[in-house]
Structures are given as C-alpha cells and as structure tokens.
C-alpha cells in the first residue's frame, strides 16, 4: 500500500463509502416506519440501478418481498402488506423480474 497510494486511496474510498451505506441502514432502521424504509431501500436501488421510463425508475432486479425484507430486518409478511399498499397507491409496481418506483418518490426519499 505504500508503494501505490492511489490503490489505498480507493481502498479507502470504497471502505468509506460501505461504512456509510451501513450507517444510512442503522438510522433507517432505527428511526423510521416500515414503510418510509421501503421507500428508502427501492430509492437507494433506484439511483444505483434504476432506468427512468415513463415517470418511473424501473429496477430490474428480481426482488421477492423475502429479500426486502432481509435487508431491512422485517418480517415478510410485513414488507408484503407495504408493498400492497404501495401498489394501491401508484407508488410502485412490481412484477416477477422488476420493481418499479414513481418518480416522484425518489425526489421524496433521495438517498
């Protein structure tokens, strides 16, 4: 490393930036309702692997309500009954291989 500073720059730099996505994740967690922390999570997905179409960011990964979930350390059942909700009310849609977020929310819970 001291050979090659600028390796141990971005060493850093990713360590710096895994640290505060686990930081982010603890104050989600610990401060927030289920729901605002779904909106969350697919926002942060969203700006790293949404493409905007048609006034929605469009993830296209194959995410159950079980994965979800894990990631937020709730139970299934409860991310499902979120994502209901979210649906009803135009906010995402979800199919076997996507989800998709408004547009708008990600204006609202910009990670």
């Known amino acids: 490393m001291i050979n090659r500073p600028q390796l141990a720059l971005k060493f850093l730099k990713a360590l710096s930036d895994r640290l505060k996505e686990r930081e ?24 790293k692997f ?10 296209d990964l194959p995410l159950s309500h079980q994965e979800i979930a894990n990631m937020l350390g709730a139970s299934r059942e409860a991310v499902s009954g979120v994502m209901s909700e979210l649906a009803k009310d135009g906010v995402v849609k979800t199919s076997r291989l996507s989800v998709q977020l408004a547009v708008t929310m990600l204006e609202e819970n910009n990670p």
């Open 50 to 59: 949404g493409v905007i179409q048609d006034g929605y960011a469009q993830i």
């Open 24 to 47: 982010d994740q603890l104050e989600q967690l610990a401060l927030h309702g289920l729901r605002k922390r779904v909106l969350h999570l697919l926002s942060t997905l969203s700006a």
